[in-house]
């Protein structure tokens, strides 16, 4: 995948935590942007205790694919697999919201 990935955009560093990196994250995605999602969605599965646990690697791989379709599932979003703008803000608005009420992380 990384060989596939290495002249695209997704390569680069998101902006600032939360922030959506401005490009779809996929199979074969691979850096920071991927590495803070798998970090959001694994803080979010431990919390409510249920989710796919991902590898925090910074590469988007089958097993992301799977955890992302299943996130979108939960919160009634299109089945996709596929990190776009929507995705991205409605997982970061969960894990943000559940940082701000103060849930154990």
């Known amino acids: 995948y990384l ?6 955009p ?6 600032a935590e939360g922030e959506y ?26 919390r409510y205790c249920q989710g796919y646990f991902v ?15 299943e996130f979108q599932r939960g919160l009634g979003l299109t089945q996709t697999g596929v990190v776009d703008r929507t995705t991205w803000d409605a997982i970061v ?6 940082q701000n009420a103060g849930l154990p992380g």
């Open 10 to 15: 997704a390569i680069q560093t998101a902006a």
């Open 21 to 46: 990196p401005g490009f779809v994250l996929l199979l074969g995605s691979a850096g920071e942007p991927v590495r803070q999602l798998q970090t959001y969605m694994n803080d979010i599965a431990k």
């Open 55 to 69: 590898p925090e690697t910074g590469v988007y791989d089958e097993q992301m694919v799977k955890a992302v379709t």
């Open 3 to 8: 060989s596939l990935a290495a002249g695209s």
């Open 93 to 98: 608005d969960l894990w943000r919201t559940d």
